[in-house]
């Protein structure tokens, strides 16, 4: 059966970490414009049924490095919209003959339910509430470029825990990797739980800041303050924004990330969005040397699907 | 020709008593036992025999909750179709909820519902009525004029959210059961399965155990005030289970039920995104199953029924969020109960459940086995397992979390008013 990426809470370590290494030498290959064209040939479907950027860019952009091409499918003006089924929208798209495809959607488990009527690999850009594993991966690349080994680092992850798939694949993934978690947010965005896995959750974030190694700063989701999950925007930065302030009690080589796009002045001040701790836009250029791997490994490692499409 | 039918060697289980003794049951040709025990010495000619061989007898078995999609869904089940289900699952009597498109909600439809299932149904088939118009939460239906009609109990699925029309509602309906089922939308918000860490790892939105049991309280606390005669039916978790048993002990005319699929999975199961335990309560966790076995034995619990809700393919064949609640349960209904509650309950304590208990209920008068008496009544292989195989369901649902299961206890004979209406293929009929 084809495995496709679905989720971190699923792969094993040594998957993760043969992704981490191989992500290592695509960045190499693309500062030194060698890149092996180990995709040439195959077509890969970037299917978006929710609006994306960056995560799509990144993915083309991999995919197109590696030599391999790409066909989009802007989900808003498709069949799907016209009643057709997501089991048959894919059946269609599978009659096509692509080599694999990346799949985001609102709801959690899509990826899943593709894979299971798939005979080649589905790779997740993020299921709902579920998961956003490339993040995940790219977010410990990152941590490790900068850290070194995870084992016994101490990471936060600060905000909206409960609705983000960031955070999930940041948990999984991390916590294989050996690092201590602290989450910190509003009361009402910690979902239940999190106890279970040996996650420490931080009430009072300012007792935390001068414990951690690095802070993933989730985005505040302005949706969340209408449904009542915190006050005002006024309140949430007063406990939970990273301020310049804040920032002068973490360690001086703790590195701050952000999954982008930044709310500047909520979530992160724009002084600490640009300062020495920021590895930012680090994420973004690792993003697609992940993505790159992650391709390489599903389509030629690990996918299943034979060479029927062409010429390698 | 035959005239007279005997049922010989079966062993009859009174759900009232723990008793079951071999007996021979004699019918004529209009259904009506004429004799028990003794089976006449007749020409072979005019006596078919039917040999049970030890195997169990149970009147009025049925199944207390089922959602039949006719009228208005008739592409998804009709009541020819569940009916049949029921038939051949050793179900006598089926119980339909009123949510059907157009609703129950007016003597009018219940006289087409009772029109519409002696023209097609293959057991009877009784139906509740809405409790307000259009189960809308207001104004009330005409729950008098329903019930002169036949309508049996009343309900509007979710117990009303306005706890005043809760209040008048069941002091307008006094002496018809009001089924409800406990939940309040706000608590629960836009979950789709039980809130835990297992919700948080899915990245599911989960529904707090609460959102049940805050309802069960203000239903029995309405009830115990106001009058009413309230039957919560799904109930799903421990607490519900505390509070009914506490609410029955003090003379509080509540009663409650729960369906196997509680019993059998737990919110566990669903890892993997399996759309086929998508239910609506959610399943929740194994403690919780525990309770509603200790309910069950303690008498805490009154009813099992299936909660029949059947499906089209592709509203099951999604993703978890947009796959529709419930499963296809009739023809489930009785080898995954034993399946969940054997042997730690009595056989008798079990089949109460699905037949003397909810009959009461409903307050349906039904004949048992007496000389006289027009029977309906199932007979039940117990030792007999059975893999089950959704493809060669009768109902239009062919679905179901249980499809692969090996469970024990098959229907091998049911009779409808003194007819055999259907035996199993092992069971051959000597005419």
Redesign the interface.
Known sequence: MTTGLLGL?ELPLSTIRTLLDSAKQMKAHATAHSTPLTLKGRTILTLFFEPSTRTRVSFETAIKRLGGSTVGMAMESSSTKKGE???DTIKNLEAMGFDGVVVR?R????P??LQSHLSFPVINAG?????HPSQGLLDCFTLEEHLGSLEGKTILLLGDIMHS?VA?SNLWALKKLGARIIVSGPPTLI????S??GIMIAPRLDDVLPLVDAVNVLRVQYERQEHGYFPSVREYRALFGLTEKRCQRLPSHCCILHPGPINRGIELDSVVADGPHSVILDQVTNGVAIRMAMMDYLINQGGAHGDTNGPD | MATLTALINGRLLDPNTSESNILNIVLNEDGVIVGLGYVPEEDGDTIRVVDLKGHTIVPNVMDAHVHLREPGNEGIETMASASYAALTSGITLLVATPDTHPPVDTPEMVLFIHTRRKQTAHVPIYTMGMVTKGGCGQPLAEMALMAQEGAIGFTDGPSLHDTGMMRLALEYCPDRPMVITPYDPWLGGDGVIA????????????IPQEAESIRVSRDIALVARFGGQAHFFPITTRDSVALIREAKAKGIPVTCGTAPHYLCFQDRDIE??HCQLKVTPPLRKADDTQALIEGIEDGTIDVIASDHQPNTV?QK??????ASPGISGIETLIPATLHALRPRIPMHRIMACLSSKPLRLFGLKKPGVSVGARPSLSVFDLTKTVTIQANTFHSMDRSSPFDGLTLTGKAILTMIDGQIKWTDSSLPLSD
Do not use: C, I, Q
Not at chain 1, 127 to 131: A, F, M, S, T
Not at chain 1, 191 to 194: E, Q, S
Not at chain 2, 317 to 322: E, G, Q
């Open positions: 809470s089924t997501l089991f959607h709801h959690a488990g899509v899943h339910f299921d709902g509430l579920n998961e798939r999930r979902p239940p739980g999190l279970e896995w | 809130e835990g860490a297992l919700a948080t790892k899915m990245g599911l939105r989960g993997g995104y592709d064949r999604t993703d978890f969020t947009s």
